[in-house]
Nanobody, 114 residues
Framework: QVQLVESGGGLVEPGGSLRLSCAASGFMFGIYTMSWFRQAPGKGREWVSEISGTGHSADYADSVKGRFITSRDNSKNTLYLQMNSLKPEDTAKYYC???????WGQGTQVTVSS
């Protein structure tokens, strides 16, 4: 059974940092490109970043480039999203996913507010 379980969300002040984790199980995590998405209230789902199976290459949406870093530990079947210099517009529910196979987690809420 495929599972993607996100954690690490919470309330943070503007300018702060959070690190999200996504624990994967039930599939060969290390061979797949993995992605982060987010969805703000009343808005569509937005792609945030993706990282290759080896972790050697990553790509980011312009809105987060230079502030967010995605990484992975294939020995732990875990995907990460380090979020720095957070802005109120980063407030959303964040999801990890393997898009090609349509594997999605349940999401973790990130709220950026003073």
């Amino acid at each position: 059974q495929v599972q993607l379980v996100e954690s690490g969300g919470g309330l943070v002040e503007p300018g702060g940092s959070l690190r999200l984790s996504c624990a994967a199980s039930g599939f060969m995590f290390g061979i797949y490109t993995m992605s982060w998405f987010r969805q703000a209230p009343g808005k569509g789902r937005e792609w945030v970043s993706e990282i290759s199976g080896t972790g050697h290459s990553a790509d980011y949406a312009d809105s987060v480039k230079g502030r967010f870093i995605t990484s992975r530990d294939n020995s732990k079947n875990t995907l990460y999203l380090q979020m720095n210099s957070l802005k109120p517009e980063d407030t959303a529910k964040y999801y990890c996913a393997q898009r090609n196979r349509n594997y999605w987690g349940q999401g973790t809420q990130v709220t950026v507010s003073s």
